[in-house]
Nanobody, 117 residues
Framework: QVQLVESGGGLVQPGGSLRLSCAAS????????MGWYRQAPGKERELVAS???????IYSDSVKGRFTISRDNAKNTVYLQMNSLKPEDTAVYYC???????????WGQGTQVTVSS
């Protein structure tokens, strides 16, 4: 099993920045992809960004050019640098991990990001 622990959420003004971190432990050798999802009140959980252990990256259209995902394989940690934050980015952000050829199946507890003046 893989355990994921997020950190770095909080309250920020529109236009500001935050960096989320997610540390993986347990069966980390089984991880192929790591990603960030988010869920706003009343909405479905959506993929924000993902990165494979080979460095292939996917971003949702809503965050392209503003968010950057990165991964430190030596530390089993994935980061999400969020710049130019907008109120519509407000959500609970979840870290996720997936083994090769399978969907995301390990989840962190979530961290709240609130963008408000």
């Amino acid at each position: 099993q893989v355990q994921l622990v997020e950190s770095g959420g909080g309250l920020v003004q529109p236009g500001g920045s935050l960096r989320l971190s997610c540390a993986a432990s347990g069966s980390v050798f089984s991880i192929y992809a790591m990603g960030w999802y988010r869920q706003a009140p009343g909405k479905e959980r959506e993929l924000v960004a993902s990165i494979t252990n080979g460095g292939s990256i996917i971003y949702s259209d809503s965050v392209k050019g503003r968010f950057t995902i990165s991964r430190d394989n030596a530390k089993n940690t994935v980061y999400l640098q969020m710049n130019s934050l907008k109120p519509e980015d407000t959500a609970v952000y979840y870290c996720a991990a997936a083994p090769w050829g399978k969907p995301f199946s390990s989840w962190g507890q979530g961290t709240q990001v609130t963008v408000s003046s």
